[in-house]
């Protein structure tokens, strides 16, 4: 088992923030739709109110994530050794139509414990699913962790994880107003998108 998986406290904080991702948006609380393969801002956001119940001070990061989607010592020839999620700045004329479309740029986003310096990603075990979808890529190497919680160091083989100032900068927005829509779910609130605004409703008891 990965050491990370045997700290209680990280699975706890794990778990809860997985199950406050379904209440909230794949239960269409917060009034938008998603997928949870494709989700990392969201299930992030939800990491961040579990971990603050806990005392932990996480924060998100975004930028270029990559894992190895086959054992590289046995595919030496195959020059996509990775499946990987690359930012390529705020002023790249793609990453500037997706976000004028609404859409979320190519980028991933993760959380860092600021006491302790680590690295938390909940999504790691999406990532031979959307090699397969993203990248049209088979995945041939052994199934990832569940989730990664630890240093630098603790990171398995050829994984990588590059924050980028930019990409933080560039989803603040968004972070800051899906952790409102937390909150407000988390008060009783079901929200509903209208186009140019959101309603919040509150069922009476």
Known sequence: ?????????????????????????????????????????????????AGAKKGRRLMPQAGTAAWPRLDIECFPDDPHTHFAYEWQ?????????????????????WAADMDSREIIDITTRYAPEQCIKQAKLP?????PPDFFWGGVDDLPDYWMYKASLDAIEFIADDFAETIQKIALVLKGYTLTDKGDFTTATKEMT
């Open 1 to 49: 088992m990965w050491s990370w998986m045997q700290d209680e406290e990280k699975v706890e904080i794990v778990q809860h923030a997985r199950n406050l991702f379904e209440h909230v948006f794949m239960q269409e609380r917060a009034g938008i739709v998603v997928v949870r393969r494709a989700a990392c801002l969201y299930q992030t956001a939800c990491l961040m109110v």
């Open 89 to 109: 700045g705020s002023d790249d004329p793609l990453t500037r139509a997706r976000a004028s479309a609404g859409l979320m740029p190519e980028m991933h986003i």
């Open 139 to 143: 995945w041939k190497n052994s199934p």
